[in-house]
Each structure stands twice: as C-alpha cells, then as structure tokens.
C-alpha cells in the first residue's frame, strides 16, 4: 500500500535515494583514496564498485513504487499531449468512438430496464414462475387452475406456490357513481410469496381463497388516497363492486410496485378444471435449492399430471412440459426485437472500430522516426505497444465518457420508439450497470483497434526507420479492414431495407375492414344486472337504437372483442368431418346483427344475422373464410352443425352455420387470419360476458363527425348510470398500435444503416486519401511525364471502388447469412430478396464513389513539381 | 583466486541481516563493506544491488531505516534489525543450516 503512495512522492524520495547513493560512492572514493589511488583512479574505481548508477536507481525505483502504474501515468500524460497537438484527429477519433459507443450504450440501457433488473421486491432473488416448455422451448407461465392446484399440492423446492389471474375491469360504484377500476385475482399467498405486506390491515387468509370463503378485497395505495380519501376506517367496510359488496381487508404499501397494475386485489378461487391458460402460476424457491433442481421436479409432476388426466392433452401439444424460470419471463418473449437491434448495434461498433483501427495506423507509421528514437534510448517494444495502447484507451476513455451523455441525452426517445414493451418499474436510465458495460466496452475497444498500430509498429526493424522516412508501408492492413467496413455497413443497409419493405407491406396489406372513421368504446359487464343473455341483449338494443340517432353516426353494432385484436379462444367440434372426434381451435366472438356492415366486411356465402336469430330460434353462427377453408375444406359448411366447448357449466347447444364472412386481421398482420366464430349476442350462453375484458360499443362516423365519444357517454348515463365507459379509441389507433413494433424496428435499423454507411464512408475516404498521400511522388512525376490528370484521377476511383466491391461481396455473403435472424420480422419479403439486396448494393457502390472523388480531385489540383521535392 | 561469484536475492537477505544483528545499525556503505569483508573478498558484491534488498527488506518490516550522521559528519541513511527481523534471522539461519546438513549427508553417502 505504502508503494501506492509512493507514486506520489517521487520527487522527494528520488532526492533522498541521490543523497544516498552519493554518500556510498563517495565514501568508496574516499577508501580508494586511502589505499593510495589518484582521485581520478579512486572515483573510477569507486564507480566500478558500486555499480550502474542509473540502473541501481531504476532497480531501487522498480522495488519502491508501483513502476507499472508510474509508467502508466508517463504514457498517459504524453498521450494527452498527442492528442491536443493534434486537434482535428482526436476530434473525429473522439466522435467516430463516441457514437459507436453511446449507440451501444444506449441498446444496452434499454436490455437491462427490460431483461437484467430484477423485479422490486424483497424476494426477487428467490422467485421463478412455472413456465411452460414446449418441446424445449419456453412458453408463458400461463395454466390452467387444475395445474395450478396440483402444482401447489405437490411441489416441495417451492416454499410458496402462488398464483394471479386477471381480473378484468370492474365498476366501483360509490355514491351512485360507477369507475372502472382494474382488478387482479390472486391468491392468499400472493403477497407473502413477493416478500410485502400490505402496510394497513392484513393479507387474505387460505379459507378466503376457497369458493365458499368470504368476498374480500385488498386496496392499492393510490385507490386509497383517491377515492377513499386515505381514511383507514375502510378496513372493514363493504365497497361495492359491479354490485358485489367486498369487504376491504388490507390496503398496500404506497412504494409497492404492482405488476401488473392493479387498482385492487380479490381472491382467486381457483377450481380444480380446465379452465384455459389464464392463471398466472409461479413461485419461491426454498433457500438452498436451484432453479434446476425445481424444474425438474416439476416436468416429473407434469408427467403425473398427464397420466392422470389424458384428456387435457389432447387439445394442446403433445410434447408440452413444464419447467421453472427465472421471474418475469412473460417479458422475454418480445426479446426478439431487442436482441437483435443489440447486434446492429454491435456491428456499428466493430466499424467505428475500424476506422479507429486505420486511423491509428496511419498515423503510427507517420510518427516511425519519433517511435524509432524511442527504441533507440532504450524502450523495449513491450514499453513502445504500451505508450500506443495508452493512446488508444485514452481515445475510447473520452470517446465513451461523451458516448454516455449522448445516450443519457436520447432516452426519451428510445422510450418511445422501443420495439418492446417497456415498464414502468424498470425505466430506462443510464446506472452503474450501464457505466459499467460502457467501461468494459471502452477498455476492450481501446484494446482491440490499439493493438493494430502497436503490431505494425512492432514489426518493422526501427534501424531502417531511423534512416529515411519509410515508403511504400504497404496499406494492405488498411484495406482490409476498410473493405470489412464496407462489408458490415452492407450487412446493416440490406436488414434496414427488408424492414422498410416489411412495414410497407404491412402498411399495405387489406386489413379485412375499413377502420376509418370507426370509434370503439370499451365497457366492462361484469355487474350482477348483466349475468343473463337477456339482461345484455336488452341493454345492447337500447343502446345500438339510442346511438343511432345522432346524425353524425352512420352504423352502430357491438362486439366482444375489437377487429384487429384478439378474441376468446374456444375449442369447437365439427360432426360430420373424418376428425370430427378432433378439437378446432377457433377465435370466438359474439357481435350484433350490425356488425359486419358496419365494418365493410364481406359475405362471401349464405346470410348474415337478422333479427330472426334471437334468443328463441335455432342457434346460428357465421364463420370466417380461414375457418371455412381450413376445418371444412371444399364441402359447402352452410347448414352444417358446430359445438363448442364452453367454460360455462353448462354445454353448449349445436349451432348451425349460415354464412361465411370475409378474413379479418387479428393483431398480428403479419400471420393469416385466425379461424373465427361468430356468434350474436342473443344467442350466447348466459354469463358468457364473465369470461371476457368486457365488450366494445362500435360507431362509424358519417364524415368529420366529432365529439361521438361524448355522446356515446352521455346516452350510456341515461340508459343505465352505472355503466361507465373503460376508455375509447379509434380503430386506427388500434391498427396503429399493431405496427408500431415494426415501424420502430424499421426506424432503429435505418439510422443504424445510415450511421454504419456515413462511417464506412469516412472509412473509405481515409484510405484513399492516405493512398493518393503516398503516391505523390509518382503521381507527379507521372503528370510531369504528360500522363493525363482525369486518367489518374479515374484510375484511383476506380481503385476505390474496387475496394468497395471486394467490401459489397463480403457483405453480401455476410447478409445471407446474418438476414436470417430477422426471418421473424419481414413480411411480403424473403430476407434474401434480390433487389433489397441489389439496391442496397449499388447504394453504398455510390457512396464509395463519392467518397474517393474528394481526395482524388486533389490530383486534379496537384502541382507535379512540389510533389517531387516532398519526400 | 576463486571466481567471483554472484549471490543470489535469498542468501542476501541473510547476510543483512546477520550483519546488522551483530553489528548494529549501519549505513548502506558500512553493509556492504562489512559483507565483503567477511566474504574474504570472495563474493563480488554489485554494491548497487544492495539498495532494492535493503527497501525490500524494509517493506516486509524485518529492518527500519533513520537518516543519521556518519563518521564524517556527512548525513546518511542507517539501518538496523528489527524485532520482527530477528526473528526471521533465526528462522532462515535454522533452515539454511538443515539445508547444508542435508546436502553434507548426501555427498558422504
């Protein structure tokens, strides 16, 4: 430690170490003297004796201080006096390192809010969802309550089996006054297994969570605050929820983070059937035991599982396991889009790099004679790579220090344009881990493109250098990497141009209704009043009638889920077919007569709904054409007979198919639409509406109607007070939020492809301009000798682009293969497209050409007599 | 006359310090000579070498260092054991000891 402070007290202790040694040598002196010496033979002598003075001083420094970290500091101030001497080069070197560094920087920042950090709870440590695996593959921890149960009963490297499940959006009616509130069904563990307590009153008790125990609900602090006015006499009193009294037992803590969100908790009472993938399940390990050892316990218990009720599987995959992840997972399947901007990233990097790599050389090999003296007095080619390396770091060290400001500086606006979803819990922000993955990056660059001058430098015999200022360095090493530059930025050009041509496809593709000017008003259902068909059925007509009085309003119909989004998931049977005994997936929604007209969407055979489908006649459907297609083939479905597995108790009647409806998008654009039922309301299962988010009032607007929503809330009081509106939104918002993953997609790529090309063009056009440097002395005494300036420039354009050619065809090959992570993105394109590629191509071939034109026209102004005498 | 011969790092630093346990503090110059001295000038003693052992042995607290005044009034830096020194004086002379006796053993085999 003493040594470590002795760095800093060199000037002293290098007097004292003089006072010393001089005293020892000069009484050896004196001895010799004594013995009879001439003081010149005494000192001599004396000097002999005691040895190299210089060196003894540098072996005593070598053992007193740190002479590593010493050298350091030497190497690092002469490097700062390099780069200020050198002002415009440390500045591009500077900016080229800071925006391939802030650009990581800034991906990364994003990756660790959405995939590192752990959750805000005490117990993040220790807690994992029961995920299931598919075929080895990872799907959503999303079960059954069978499952759920037997998991809970038999899972013994859990402490805490717990479990969630949406609750939908419930009216809190208070003073006649009805709110949509979201709620959250959990478990009576639920909280104990997170590692929180709600901080007034208590948890739910286990009896609460069984079907006979009491209604009883836990408050979010901010409900608390704004509705209940923070008074802690709610503990106890009953709040009305859709009609339903519940009795608060429990509010949480303020700083508690809900995820999801969630107004207010209620039990989940779980039964033991299957009741589809909609109960959240996950857990706490027992201190001392692994994720590992837990997944297998639970793929065992699967295996029971399916012995002992077969039936299960037959609906879903026939390889599907279980195993236990770490928490949070659910976020991890959009990772896609991350990991691979994470990439591009990556590669822009390696390109400033490079251009770092070149410059560094370039100017080692103009700096030979000073490296070469150097050598000369004495510093080893290990102490020489080290003074470059200091270079080099300091370059990254100050390129990254800009870097992260820069990205510190974007996050907004990576906020808004990220491709996955982000939370609220983990905002994106530059912290220690972020300064640290930065750090890294930085000392590593600085490694990577230090090494490249200090290996050149290392190479050439230093005798020669001393002599004349070396020729020909070949700028083999230079052209290389420029080409590998080139090579990169073709790679990120070609993805950014399959994005561009993705989202226009996208952009493009029929929708299978028209959402201009069609308003969506969400509501939630859940009430008591509402538990029978014919209690909806009345409210939806009245409704529909009153909403078409306005006269901005052209259509009005209902539907359970929105266009373009997701409906239910049911399982239905056909009789009739060879795999009748099979079970059909099917989207499932149920829809006023209006519905299709008011969308636009097109009957393709037989009839829609009329108001002869009521209640008491025949049950009817209509399918869509992928439905049609796909489970009757080419026989005619009209007449035909479906069933339906229903989570009602009890089973569904036999619908008759009379008609067949045009495809409509679900949220996902980029695949065929799902095979769907259509069902109308009056005909539906009584307390169908219990198993949905709620139902969606629809309006198309005739013209530039406004306003409507306001209406639709007004009508709505009058009809019934106690129904409020959950929210509204246009369906072009609905198709907007759709693409937005693939228009920002499209728009990180595309810049990173203009980054990556604006920086391999600098690339290029350093190494032509050192290229055309060397050459001067031939270039003038070719033009003295009558060759033709426009001959010579041409010659080294050409010599430019060829470089960039041999770059193009690394790229391309590069691009075949690297395209092919983006084969989950495109749409309406192969990722080996031709003219993307062919284009992108001829892009960059353009660009190179521009490019090399600056520093070959100076040709065109060369004085060929001043070249000559330039050496 | 034998060849000089070079001592290496370990055999130096029992020579120190033997030296100053039996002479007491000395200065740089004082070691040195007192090493050759003993030696018969058998050892050739780099006397610059002298200086890294005497700070290493320093550092790992076996001996202490004080600026003084020499004989001739001139000021010099002396040295001298210390406790924890002493110790380690006994211990390298007992290993160094069982080293020859092992060695002695064996050439009379």
Known sequence: MSRLWNVFRKAKLDRQLDEEFRFHVDMLTEHHLKRGLTREQAEREARREFGALEAAKDAYRDQRGWPWLEDWVLDLRHAVRLLLRYPGFSAVAVITMALGIGANSAVFSMVNAAFLRQVPYPNAARLVDIARDIGGRLDSPYHNSRRYLYFKERVRALEEVAASRGGGTLNLIRNGEAEPVTALRISANFFRTLGIEPSLGRSFRQEEESPQGNAVAILSYSLWQQRFGGDPGILGQAIDLDGKPFTAVGVMPPHFTAIPRADVWIPLRPRPVNDGRNTLVFGLLRPGRSREEASREVAQLIGSYRQDFPGEYREFAPNESAAVTPFGIVQRFSSRPLWVLFGAVGLILLIACSNLANLLVARATGRLREIATRAALGAGRGRIVRQLLAESLLISALGSVLGLVLAAWTIPVLVRMSPVPLSDWSPVRVDGVVVGFTTALAVLTGMVFGLFPAFQVARLDLNDCMKTTPKRATGRLRRVIVAGEVALSLVLMIGAGLLIRTFASLVRTPLGVDPAGVLAGRMSLQSERYKTTAQTAQLFHRGLERFRQHPGVEAAAMVSDLPLERGMNLVAWIPGTPDAGEPKLTDWRYVSQEYFRLLRIPLLAGRLFTEADGPKAAPVVLINQQFARRYFGRENPIGRVIHVMQHTPEPDRPRVVVGVVGDVKSNEFKRAAQATVFVPFEQAPDGYLRLGGGVHWLVRSRGAASGLAAFMQKEMKTIDPLLPFVSFRTLEEVREKAIRSDRSMMIWLASFAALAVILAAVGIYGVISYLVAQRTNEIGIRIALGASRPRIVRSIVMEGIGLAGAGIVLGVAGALVLTRFLQSFVFGVKTTDPLTFALAASFLLAIAGIACLAPALRIARLDPMRALRAE | ?109
Not at chain 2, 26 to 32: F, T, W
Not at chain 2, 40 to 54: D, H, K, S, V, W
């Open chain 2, 1 to 109: 006359m034998p060849d000089k011969t070079e001592i290496l790092q370990g055999t130096l630093d029992l020579m120190v310090l033997k030296t100053l346990d039996s002479m007491g503090p000395l200065h740089g110059y004082g070691i040195a000579q007192r090493i050759q001295q003993i030696s018969q000038e058998l050892l050739y003693l780099n006397q610059g070498t002298l200086y890294p052992a005497l700070l290493r042995l320093e550092q790992r607290g076996w001996i202490s260092s004080e600026w003084g005044t020499s004989e001739n009034n001139r000021r010099a830096r002396y040295y001298s054991i210390t406790k924890a020194g002493q110790k380690q004086l006994k211990k390298e002379v007992e290993d160094w000891q069982a080293q020859v006796a092992i060695m002695t053993r064996l050439l009379e085999a």
